[in-house]
């Protein structure tokens, strides 16, 4: 029909920026980001795929996915540059409603080589884990140009008004702040009360998703990617976990085995520092220099992840509640020993990135900070 809209529309990020094959960008290699290269290849170095070749293989995915097959309407927004996926919002018009979505492609290889076991956690947690504090997904595929590689993807749940937020600072010699990253309202800095809600919340997450019976938890997360978002409208931050790229146990099976409570309480113990470490690496302002967050962090997070034992059913065989047991657990054990397990930890960073130097610098006063943190509880 002439003058009829067409079904698809691609833009770089806003509605005013739309794209098609007469932009100056269309033939340009999408970025890479760090990390993005499995192997030799250099660090934020170009995926010989273009933004026009992106545009287009998640056309032909969305085309037959659910749940945007029967939409008369389709915009592609490409959102952002991740070292495992390129990640695209997608709005939908049907019968007059409109819905959005994510979509979530893998170019690199290690998105590759991720993406469908990402995506088979986040069902299997949405559906055994309540309440979901994850993005629900709905379809897992592939599509290809003619004469190009197939390319997975998947299409999930867009958390709408939920925002990326980074340590920032003003100047060097200034204190690291919080601030969220609002496309529409603007960058906001959080003050100390919102910023130490932000940990608690994300903490909080974190232990709601350990499986008592097994051992397994969420690993491999970090905040310079943005993995946690917040959304301000409320009376309080309410944050959510976009990606689960790790789900196993912290420790190895065998070491568990047959010691009941005190096994639970040695792992719960090493999963509580790995994920009060963790909570204070971020990069400024997302791409710079390694940072490490104030008290504030080891303050929320403790918070976050008492009140998560506190909601959870209490595993067979507790003789006191799971967050009291844990709390005077922790204070018996010794300084050194708590420094001892955190130095550990590190190997468990990311090397190259510059967080295990800069944790290991930090980690005295970080168990002092959870030493006094715990008895003042």
């Known amino acids: 029909m002439s003058g009829a809209k067409p079904r698809f529309a691609f833009f770089l990020e806003t509605e005013g920026q739309p794209i098609d094959g007469?932009?100056?960008?269309?033939?340009?290699?999408?970025?890479?980001?760090?990390?993005?290269?499995?192997?030799?290849?250099?660090a934020g170095e170009e995926i010989p795929f273009t933004v026009g070749d992106y545009f287009l293989t998640a056309r032909e995915f969305l085309k037959s996915a659910a749940p945007t097959a029967s939409a008369e309407r389709i915009r592609i927004h490409l959102a952002k540059h991740g070292p495992f996926y390129h990640p695209a919002r997608v709005a939908a018009e049907l019968k007059g409603r409109r819905a959005e979505f994510v979509l979530n492609m893998a170019v690199s290889e290690a998105g590759r080589q991720l993406i469908h076991r990402e995506y088979a956690t986040l069902q299997r947690l949405n559906r055994t884990v309540a309440p979901s504090y994850l993005p629900a997904v709905?379809?897992?595929?592939?599509?290809?140009?003619p004469g190009k590689p197939q390319v997975p993807m998947f299409i999930g749940q867009w958390l709408a008004g939920?925002?990326?937020?980074?340590?920032?600072?003003?100047?060097?010699?200034?204190?690291?702040?919080?601030?969220?990253w609002d496309p529409d309202d603007g960058d906001r800095r959080l003050?100390?009360?919102?910023?130490?809600?932000?940990?608690?919340?994300?903490?909080?997450?974190?232990?709601?998703y350990f499986n008592f019976a097994t051992?397994?938890?969420?690993?491999?997360?970090?905040?310079?990617?943005?993995?946690?978002?917040?959304?301000?409208?409320g009376?309080?931050?309410?944050?959510?976990?976009?990606?689960?790229?790790?789900?196993?146990?912290?420790?190895?099976p065998a070491a568990d085995a047959g010691r009941g409570l005190p096994a639970l309480m040695e792992t719960l113990l090493v999963f509580f520092l790995d994920t009060t470490i963790r909570m204070r690496l971020d990069r400024l302002d997302g791409v710079g220099e390694i940072a490490w967050?104030?008290?504030?962090?080891?303050?929320?997070?403790l918070e976050g992840f008492l009140a998560a034992l506190s909601e959870k059913p209490e595993p067979a065989g507790v003789p006191l509640p799971l967050d009291l047991l844990f709390r005077h657990y922790a204070l018996a054990c010794s300084p050194d020993h708590l420094l001892e397990l955190c130095r550990g930890l590190l190997g468990r960073l990311l090397p190259g990135t510059g967080a295990p130097p800069v944790a290991a610098a930090g980690l005295e006063e970080h168990v002092d900070l959870l030493a006094s943190s715990l008895a003042d509880g």
């Open 22 to 42: 007469g932009h100056s960008a269309w033939n340009r290699n999408l970025p890479g980001s760090p990390g993005c290269f499995s192997g030799g290849e250099r």
């Open 235 to 252: 009376p309080g931050p309410q944050v959510r976990l976009i990606t689960v790229r790790d789900y196993r146990p912290l420790l190895r």
């Open 138 to 145: 709905f379809a897992v595929g592939e599509a290809a140009l």
């Open 215 to 233: 051992g397994e938890c969420i690993g491999s997360w970090n905040h310079a990617a943005g993995d946690f978002v917040v959304n301000l409208a």
């Open 162 to 180: 939920f925002c990326e937020f980074h340590l920032s600072r003003s100047s060097k010699a200034a204190e690291t702040g919080m601030v969220v």
């Open 293 to 301: 967050a104030g008290p504030v962090a080891v303050e929320g997070g």
């Open 191 to 208: 003050d100390r009360d919102q910023t130490r809600a932000v940990y608690r919340e994300a903490t909080r997450i974190l232990a709601h």
